[in-house]
Nanobody
Framework: VQLQASGGGLVQAGGSLRLSCAASGNIVSSYVMGWFRQAPRKERQFVAAITWGGGSTYYVDSVKGRFTISRDNGKNTVYLQMNSLKPEDTAVYYC??????????????????????WGQGTLVTVSS
């Protein structure tokens, strides 16, 4: 599986962006897809995840109510709709995938070491 992320850019605080992650290869219902981000001098942080088959979604608390993760099975693409952006959302955003249908514990979705496939990052900059 290869992942291609896009959609980053510069936006003012309060604005919106939609990130896309196109997956090539045989994406079936047995994948969990995730978005992570890494700000300068900070560790990589979990943002959101979705189970490809069931569409269950998971978010870090800081983005709940502002970000929405979704997938389009026909296009093999996962999206991250980001609204009400804040300067602290500034980071390089990465999409990732792991071949399993779901996890039993939320902490596993947040653990970047679980994900074996990564796309290149896309930079999101939110100005104040």
């Amino acid at each position: 599986v290869q992942l291609q992320a896009s959609g980053g850019g510069l936006v003012q605080a309060g604005g919106s962006l939609r990130l896309s992650c196109a997956a090539s290869g045989n994406i079936v219902s047995s994948y969990v897809m995730g978005w992570f981000r890494q700000a300068p001098r900070k560790e990589r942080q979990f943002v959101a995840a979705i189970t490809w088959g069931g569409g269950s979604t998971y978010y870090v608390d800081s983005v709940k109510g502002r970000f929405t993760i979704s997938r389009d099975n026909g296009k093999n693409t996962v999206y991250l709709q980001m609204n009400s952006l804040k300067p602290e959302d500034t980071a390089v955003y990465y999409c990732a995938a792991v071949r399993r249908p779901a996890y039993s514990d939320y902490s596993q979705y947040r653990d970047y070491s679980q994900y074996g496939h990564w796309g290149q990052g896309t930079l999101v900059t939110v100005s104040s």
